[in-house]
């Protein structure tokens, strides 16, 4: 008995503790917030257009100086550089993860810091370096990217993905388990399935952040 009360009390205070934590977390003021009069994004014409963007983490190291290049809506453009250039930084500013410490990202010439955070966001969508999956079915993690779609929208994105045949050739289909952050998955499978899920969403800019970098040529090509 004195062993089960002397559990309890450590639980009781981790407890606490936690929620102690959770409070300061909920209380932070947001690093990114809308402004008060911001309108949602016109996706109308989403032609994407850096002005002189620059931009740090850290003022005595700066990562963006004086970028500025425009992307006509219906095109693709791609940005090539060593790691560490800054081509991941690019997609978190147009995200509006962070915003840019000079210059303007526009895009149908609004400035992405006049409109809604989650007008900017449904308009994009993006295939990150760090393919994130939850430990759920394969179905599951794919229809993540339009919650309600309906089957035979999951299968379309996944043909559109090259890895519809892969899944149907599973024991369990669309409902196998990919283990936690999709450890059951090869890196190329996870990033096919990343792929499918931000085919799915529809968006009207697409991101890629080496996002086939785990596929060999000829389905990198397919895929495209």
């Known amino acids: 008995p004195l062993n089960q009360i002397g559990f309890v009390y450590r639980e009781l205070r981790q407890a606490l503790t936690d929620i102690e934590e959770m409070f300061k977390l909920l209380d932070q003021a947001p690093e990114i917030s809308d402004k008060e009069d911001a309108e949602k994004l016109d996706t109308s ?35 090539v550089g060593p790691t ?21 990202i526009t895009i149908n010439g609004q400035d992405i810091r006049d409109v809604t955070q989650q007008s900017l966001r449904k308009a994009i969508g993006m295939v990150p370096q760090d393919t994130v999956l939850f430990n759920d079915s394969i179905g599951y993690n794919i229809e993540y990217g339009r919650p309600g779609a309906s089957s035979d929208e999951v299968k379309d994105a996944a ?11 599973l024991p369990k289909g669309f409902d196998t388990q990919v283990g936690e952050r999709g450890l059951k998955l090869s890196g190329g499978e996870k990033q096919r399935v990343a792929i499918a899920r931000t085919i799915l969403k529809a968006p009207s800019i697409l991101i890629l952040d080496e996002a086939t970098s785990a596929l060999d040529t000829k389905t990198e090509r397919d895929i495209q």
């Open 45 to 79: 014409n989403p032609a994407i257009r850096f002005d002189n963007v620059t931009f740090h983490y850290d003022p005595d190291r700066p990562i963006l100086k004086g970028v500025s290049f425009e992307v006509p809506a219906g095109k693709t453009v791609a940005i």
């Open 84 to 104: 560490g250039a800054g081509k991941s930084t690019i997609s978190r500013l147009l995200y509006r993860f962070y915003d840019v410490t000079g210059g303007a």
């Open 159 to 169: 043909r559109m993905a090259q890895v519809a045949t892969f899944i149907e050739n």
